[in-house]
């Protein structure tokens, strides 16, 4: 099969056909949650039933060990800081690693309740912090810990740092997944993963609207895009607003029209991806037991955004 197959010709200015893809390491047993993180020259990411963080050094191409046990961390994100925030099947929260290297608790409660095990978060530019909370990590022991659902359903949430409120800004979805804005924060994409548990449902991802102060959706959202292979799990918005998504059959790119414009052919089920490199246009890709690496023509929304406000420090 070939690595790159485009289905519109938009596809062509955002891969590079000569880039070969990869492998970089394998020997996970189901990696997610990728996250770069410039100031290490490293990409981080889970390997969740392993309950361990592993780390791939870019400058010398070693991969080893970050953390173990870690709670069974799923996704990753970076706020303003370049710190990493966290989703945590385990310890059921999100939490952010500290300048002094250790786990803080952001939040773990709603309404008094425990999340279930959020899976997958953003941040947003006013620094808020955005995170799906499905029940993967507390179904069975393999991901987590098996425990029954405290709220009863799975949400999307809004936690704002300086006020410390937590408010659930998405309850119409069955497994809320992956999520992103777009560049410019008028649209918060979510995939649904409720296919897992609902035979039928929905494979895709919606798109809803945000409200004109940005701190929650408007409306019901709409479909954005359907999976016809597996699942679309975490995904990642360039520049340009096209959408890199993880699916059963490789990486797929939408244009923020909705059109799927190609995709990167990847060997197993992607789960998760990020830009990363000194310019942000390498893609690192978790896949079922393995991470891969491939160059492309393009860099994540809100690189620009960080590089600006770093240099004003
Ligand atoms: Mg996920």
Not at 67 to 80: I, R, V
Not at 211 to 222: H, I, L
Not at 272 to 279: E, H, I, Q, R, Y
């Amino acid at each position: 099969m070939a690595d790159y197959e485009a289905f519109d010709d938009r596809f062509w200015s955002l891969v590079i056909g000569s880039a070969a893809i990869e492998q970089l390491w394998s020997g996970g047993r189901w990696v997610e949650g990728p996250v770069y993180v410039p100031a290490a020259k490293a990409v981080v990411w889970s390997d969740i039933p392993e309950d361990r963080l592993m780390r791939y050094d870019e400058t010398s191409g070693a991969v080893s060990v970050f953390e173990h046990p870690c709670g069974y961390h799923n996704g990753h994100a970076l706020d303003a800081f370049g710190r990493i925030v966290a989703c945590e099947h385990g310890g059921r929260r999100i939490s952010r690693l500290g300048f002094d290297g250790r786990w803080q608790t952001i939040v773990d409660r709603f309404e008094g309740k425990r999340l279930n095990s959020p899976n997958d978060v953003v941040v947003k530019s006013d620094g808020s912090i955005w995170f799906s909370d499905p029940s993967y990590g507390i179904d069975s022991d393999y991901e987590g810990h098996a425990a029954e659902s405290e709220i009863g359903a799975c949400h999307v949430y809004r936690h704002d740092p300086e006020s410390g409120e937590t408010t659930a800004v998405i309850t119409s979805l069955s497994r809320p997944n992956g999520l992103a804005f777009s560049p410019d924060e008028r649209i918060l994409y979510v995939s649904d993963t409720g296919a897992t548990h609902v035979s039928g449902h929905p494979r895709a991802i919606h798109a809803f609207d945000m409200t004109a102060d940005g701190r929650a959706v408007a409306g019901a959202g709409r479909p954005f895009a359907t999976a016809d292979a597996d699942l679309f799990d975490g995904f990642r918005v360039d520049t340009a607003g096209n959408i890199w998504t993880s699916c059963g059959d490789g990486v797929r790119i939408y244009a923020a029209d909705g059109t799927l414009l190609g995709r990167i052919n990847i060997p197993g089920p992607v789960s998760n991806l990020c830009f990363g490199g000194a310019k942000r246009n390498r893609l690192y890709i978790t896949a079922k037991w393995s991470l891969y690496a491939v160059y492309v023509h393009a860099t994540p929304a809100g690189w620009a955004r960080s590089s600006a406000w770093q240099g004003a420090a």
